[in-house]
């Protein structure tokens, strides 16, 4: 969990602590009464309605998380719902190391101020803790989606469902996993049918309980779409969001597994896409920082193109510093697969940007037809790479139009039609058009056109839908399952922002195309980095070579 702002909090419990009064201690404490329930504490809104009073509540410990770097406090809930399905039996007492005999299962009877901490019910300063015996409180069996959780809030919870890893992109600095129910969360604008709402009713954030950051110890490391059962834990709240500290261990099915290699697409040839997310070979750029996570990243990437094994690649984040970005990523591949084996076209016009697209291909399988041509249109900052190839057996041509449309960061100020419109398409979404626009009047006279590339759009936003009104068809939405049919994962949300489209004369010769799950799936601490990854995990494999997974296509190419 990200560390929480305390210092006054723990002020004020030092103040209460040393301001009580020297009097004669009652022979026994635990003959003091509550003066509330902890449902009247929690009320029946969104925060208590007893706020600034100081209160004496009694329930059994369910969760303890009182060191310091942990939650500083515990968990403890009425053994006796009050029957008001709108007011929670849970509280949180923030109670730092204060009390350190509290153990789960403990009956205390605790007093202190009723606070909303940023939206968290809770008592702070605690100012007494009494241990008065035992208890149990079962755990609330609670099913996703749901319609609110203010309701269970600091309550003792199991999940019987299966729940789906759908985000893990802090796991390895705040240690936080995002599962969901009935599966994996999708961007609503990347197919239809997806309604944000229950996207975030379906969503819960499983915390590990803990202030740390980047800690040596990690929860268990999974890939998106595994599976969890019997998620059982506390149900805090932190940063604006519902969090889950589990009291027991989550385990994880693995309905997600890895694939050594893409699935077969047919054809006699195979092209492929894939971000390379900043190969650079300046350092301190946007790559790596450190000759050494520059090998490492290297590594991967040559993993990568290996396990492709592609006829040609188009390749996305490649240094714009001529070819000595590309070429150095040639070299690497073909001292493992055979020298000459991989050779790097030159773009004549990459453009002004930091980054360029790029091409590889196999001599030995394709020859260029023409020399390598790029679009000079100013509304690209990337500018798109051709070139028309043939089999080198001979054959029908096709041509691979190589993209990088505009992100959608670094929005512009001011408003205006690249603005973030709301819709869910993020900012940029107007250059993003005209750049499609573009790109059909480029591909207009080429023969056999296959648009590939990361195109920074979602399959059923504006770019996407100008290509395809212009004859250009998808090849991984015929060719890829739904489920699976996505490269990029933002915010928990999975969707296709790598894409394959041809041209009607090439669409009846694609035999198949698929999405190499290595990436979007896999944990950010799997990566080259070296900042804050435990080194243990490191591997110069494949997986996490990027954060796009690579797409392949399949495509069946007659001699004439």
Not at 273 to 298: D, H, P
Not at 359 to 383: C, N, T
Not at 389 to 399: I, L
């Amino acid at each position: 969990m990200r560390v929480l702002a305390r210092t006054v909090a723990a002020a004020l419990v030092a103040a209460a602590l040393s301001a009580t009064p020297a009097a004669a201690t009652p022979a026994d404490p635990c003959a003091t009464p509550p003066t509330h329930r902890i449902s009247q504490v929690q009320g029946s809104g969104d925060a208590t309605p007893v706020a600034g009073q100081t209160v004496r509540v009694e329930g059994v410990v369910t969760g303890d998380f009182q060191r310091s770097d942990q939650l500083s406090g515990f968990f403890l809930q009425d053994p006796a719902p009050d029957g008001d399905p709108a007011t929670s039996e849970g509280l949180f007492a923030f109670a730092r190391d204060t009390f350190k005999d509290v153990k789960p299962g403990d009956r205390v009877l605790v007093t202190g101020r009723a606070f909303e901490f940023n939206g968290w019910t809770e008592l702070s300063p605690v100012t007494a803790v009494d241990v008065c015996g035992s208890g149990t409180v079962p755990a609330l069996p609670y099913r996703l989606p749901s319609d609110g959780l203010e309701h269970v809030e600091n309550m003792l919870l199991t999940f019987p469902q299966p729940l789906t890893v759908s985000d893990h992109y802090n796991l390895g600095r705040f240690g936080e996993v995002t599962v969901s129910s009935g599966g994996r969360l999708f961007q609503p604008t990347d197919r239809p049918g997806v309604d944000p709402g229950l996207n975030r009713r379906r969503a819960l954030l499983i915390d590990d309980g803990s202030t740390r950051q980047n800690p040596a110890t990690l929860p268990p490391v999974v890939r998106a779409g595994a599976v969890a059962t019997g998620v059982t834990g506390v149900l805090g709240y932190g940063f604006d969001a519902y969090r889950l500290q589990p009291v027991e261990l989550v385990t994880y099915l693995d309905a997600n597994p890895r694939r050594a290699r893409p699935l077969p697409v047919g054809g006699n040839v195979k092209v492929a896409s894939f971000n390379t997310l900043n190969w650079f070979t300046t350092l301190g750029s946007r790559g790596a920082t450190t000759a050494e996570e520059q090998q490492r990243q290297l590594a991967k990437l040559v993993a990568a193109l290996k396990g492709l094994d592609a006829d040609a690649v188009a390749l996305m984040e490649v240094e714009n510093n001529g070819q000595t970005a590309l070429q150095a990523l040639v070299d690497a591949v073909n001292a493992e697969v055979g020298a000459g084996t991989y050779a790097a076209l030159r773009h004549p016009h990459p453009g002004t940007d930091a980054i360029q697209v790029g091409l590889i291909y196999k001599p030995a399988r394709l020859s260029p037809v023409g020399e390598p041509r790029a679009s000079q249109d100013p509304v690209f900052s990337r500018p798109p790479l051709v070139q028309t190839f043939r089999r080198t057996a001979g054959g029908r041509p096709f041509t691979m139009v190589v993209n990088h449309l505009k992100s959608k960061g670094s929005c512009p100020s001011g408003g205006g039609p690249d603005a973030d419109q709301g819709d869910g398409q993020g900012c940029w979404n107007a250059t993003r058009v005209r750049q499609a626009q573009a790109l059909l009047g480029l591909v207009a006279d080429l023969p056999s056109p296959l648009v590939l590339g990361d195109l920074n759009a979602y399959g059923e936003e504006d770019p996407i839908d100008t290509l395809e009104a212009g004859g250009l068809t998808s090849v991984t939405k015929r060719f890829v399952p739904a489920r699976q049919r996505y490269s990029y994962v933002f915010d928990g949300l999975a969707g296709e922002l790598d894409h394959a489209l041809v041209g009607r004369d090439l669409r009846k010769r694609v035999t198949g195309a698929t999405i190499w799950h290595v990436n979007a799936d896999e944990p950010r601490i799997l990566d080259y980095n070296t900042e804050f990854n435990p080194p243990g995990l490191y591997r110069p494999d494949a997986y996490r070579s990027s954060d796009h997974d690579p797409l392949v296509v399949g495509l069946s190419l007659p001699r004439r």
